[in-house]
């Protein structure tokens, strides 16, 4: 439909009373996006040590029904989920994230534990992934997609664990831009994750795990235990 | 759908006698205001952010020529595609296509207002193709033959009985003597019934909340996670979006999504946003093969260079709707067509015509709430003023309204003649009142007394007490 275009753009370009941009003008305006410019940053997440921020991120996130469970190190992390889902009377079979720095988590001293590495299928009760980063600014988990880290496992199971480092808990967004920027090109998928699947729409009386997960579960690895 | 938008007055008077509606319009009246007050309370920048989101909508605006083109190269270089479609008939039949494409049989939906605003489900449907809604309140109103009577919370006009009811005429696989009392109950339900749906769709059609032309992504903010279950799962995925979503970056869109949930529903950000960039890439185990933004105009470049252009930096938060005292009182499907309230007075006529909806402006006691409250700071009273202007000059007024109006004009221009009058007209009014304190009936305004008492003047006009009082101060 190559003359609809010509006519959306010929038309905006009359409403503007103008042509197409002249090369100079164009070329600054692309200048502009090749180096994004931060905005106005909320100072509530940038004034703070890198303690404080961390702890701002897990006071934002259980504000919205997250849970966080905070442990020393990764040889904890079995055990901190072997317990979260007794509590929560889970299975104890998990599929995870095929992702090196999962398999660093030595999951063998939990032979009760059922691993499968790979997508989320339906039935999966509860995934483990771990997080691209997290913004303390709002309590949200910055999850991106990749061969290591298929979205499935963010949406199809009723639980969703995210083992998440304490040197990943970024301010804001605009930081967790910056780094993707650095890493690489843009993934398939970048998810803000802020709490448990949710909804209003019945006589605006909010019920947890409209469509996504009904639990999401954070295992801080931050070197302290909480 | 076919809009009723004409019959504005007659629709208002229908709902302020249902009862149903008016107990669920009573529960939502106070809701998203005091959670939205809560949450801007606790961000001393929003006023500054508000500032910031203007500017950064009024500089995509004035380049949107650009950041569309920009845009859609950033799509097409990661194996997207962007169609650009004047109009909804474009719009419906490119989406059409895609789904033949691959013979698809079953298309699930996010919620976007653009696929109300074309109509697609009837579309589809039309064409042997099931459209699933999967928002909660967008499934109930799809089940119950409904439009949605708000933008971010279509069924917000229904009861949980209501909902039960349509849930019971629907899924009549399940015991029919289950439990569907409470909100909890009715939200299993639907997810269990419309998972198999996801798992089961050929294409995946969302809205979309922002398209930035830096990386060629499209960004939708939901709740549920069902906007995501849509576009994850399915071969395709096609996002609808009105070419106004533009921004130039990421860091652009984050400053306004700092105000939009908590413009919407005072949280403070919503459960998922997501950001998606072309289809899925070498090597991963999930995600659409195919990626299309179905990018559509509709009216809307006209409205650029015009004074209804600030309009486009809306950001759909509703806001505005959930502050409107005339919303609170009739609900959504009042309005006649896809978008209710201020910002809906102000769209309606640009995107259906004047003939249909050129009233919908006059549905505003001009209260100024809703510019108050706008993320964006668009003048919505200001513009609802300019197409009751277009109204008038159209001549599509009631005529006894535009011949009151210009022998008011005609005194008022002439200021003498009109205090004089006036003093005479509230004297006669004061002594035929007198002792009564108000007239229930006026001869020549019968159809202002019929809903409202006239007040019987004192006898003097402000005017003249006014004079008075300089008149005593100056000695």
Not at chain 2, 3 to 10: G, L, M, V
Not at chain 2, 194 to 211: Q, S
Not at chain 2, 232 to 242: E, G, M, R, T, V
Not at chain 2, 290 to 313: I, K
Request: hydrophobic letters at 40%; glycine letters at 8%; charged letters at 25%.
């Amino acid at each position: 439909m190559s003359d609809g275009r010509n006519d959306i753009l010929g038309g905006i370009r009359k409403a503007l009373k103008r042509g197409p941009l002249d090369p100079a003008a164009a070329h600054a305006l692309r200048a502009r996006l090749g180096d994004p410019q931060r905005n106005l940053l909320p100072a509530r997440a940038t004034v703070l040590d890198d303690a404080g921020r961390i702890d701002l991120f897990v006071a934002m996130a259980e504000e919205v029904q997250t849970t966080v469970d905070r442990v020393a190190g990764l040889a904890d992390v079995p055990a901190a989920v072997a317990t979260y889902l007794a509590s929560e009377n889970l299975p104890a079979e998990l599929v995870i994230a095929p992702d090196p720095a999962l398999d660093a988590i030595p999951w063998g001293e939990r032979p009760l534990l059922r691993l499968r590495r790979g997508k989320a299928a339906p039935g999966d009760h509860v995934s483990v992934t771990p997080a691209f980063a997290a913004i303390a600014e709002t309590g949200t988990l910055m999850l991106t997609s990749g061969p290591e880290t298929p979205t499935t496992l963010n949406f199809l199971p009723d639980t969703h664990i995210v083992v998440l480092r304490a040197d990943q808990v970024l301010p804001h967004y605009e930081e967790g831009w910056s780094r993707l920027r650095a890493r690489g090109p843009m993934p398939r998928t970048v998810n803000f994750i802020t709490g448990p699947s949710r909804t209003g729409d019945i006589e605006q009386r909010i019920q947890l795990g409209a469509h996504g997960p009904r639990r999401l579960h954070i295992v801080l690895v931050d070197g302290k235990t909480g | 759908m076919d809009a009723t938008s004409h019959a504005f007055k007659s629709n208002a008077r229908e709902a302020l006698a249902n009862p149903t509606l008016q107990t669920a319009l009573g529960m939502a009246k106070t809701g998203f205001p005091l959670k939205r007050l809560a949450a801007i309370e606790r961000l001393p920048e929003f006023e500054a952010l508000r500032e910031e989101g203007k500017r950064i909508k009024n500089h995509t605006l004035a380049h949107l020529d650009f950041y569309l083109e920009e845009f859609e190269r950033n799509v097409v270089e990661l194996g997207g595609q962007v169609h650009w479609c004047r109009t909804p008939h474009e719009a419906r039949e490119t989406i059409l296509a895609i789904c033949r494409s691959v013979d698809a049989k079953t298309v699930t939906k996010g919620k976007s207002m653009i696929a109300e605003e074309i109509a697609l489900n009837d579309f589809l449907e039309a064409n042997a193709i099931a459209p699933i809604e999967t928002d909660l309140g967008e499934y109930i109103i799809q089940l119950r033959h409904e439009p949605p009577s708000h933008i971010i919370a279509p069924a917000i006009h229904l009861l949980k009985e209501q909902v039960a009811d349509a849930f019971r005429a629907a899924h009549t696989d399940l015991d029919p003597a289950r439990n569907l009392e409470e909100p909890r109950t009715l939200t299993d339900e639907a997810r269990q019934i419309l998972r198999p749906k996801f798992l089961a769709a050929d294409v995946g059609i969302t809205g979309a909340n922002f398209l930035i032309a830096e990386t060629g992504s499209s960004i939708i903010v939901t709740n549920e996670g069902n906007g995501d279950l849509t576009q994850i799962l399915p071969k395709i995925h096609i996002a609808l979006a009105s070419l106004e979503k533009v921004v130039p970056t990421l860091e652009d869109a984050a400053t306004i999504l700092r105000l939009l949930a908590r413009s919407a529903t005072g949280q403070e950000f919503s459960t998922y946003t997501t950001v998606s960039t072309g289809p899925r890439r070498p090597g991963d185990l999930d995600g659409p093969q195919q990626f299309h933004v179905v990018l559509l105009d509709n009216g809307r470049s006209a409205m650029l260079g015009t004074e209804f252009q600030d309009m486009l930096r809306c950001i759909r938060c509703s806001a505005c709707i959930n502050h409107c005292p005339v919303y609170a009182a009739v609900g959504g499907h009042a309005y006649g067509w896809v978008y209710p309230g201020p910002m809906g007075s102000v769209l309606t006529p640009q995107l259906i015509g004047m003939e249909e909806a050129g009233n919908l402006p006059n549905a505003s006691t001009f209260c100024g709430r809703c510019e108050s409250v706008c993320p964006m700071k668009i003048p919505l009273p200001k513009m609802m003023r300019h197409w009751r202007e277009r109204e008038y000059e159209a001549k599509l007024s009631p005529a006894t309204y535009r011949q009151g109006l210009a022998l008011w004009a005609f005194f008022v221009q002439r200021p003498e003649l009109y205090h004089r009058l006036a003093e005479i007209g509230m004297r006669v009014l004061g002594f035929f009142g007198r002792g009564r304190g108000r007239f229930r009936a006026l001869p020549l305004a019968g159809g202002w007394t019929a809903v409202r008492d006239m007040p019987v003047p004192q006898g003097r006009s402000f005017h003249s007490l006014w004079a008075e009082r300089q008149r005593k101060a100056a000695r």
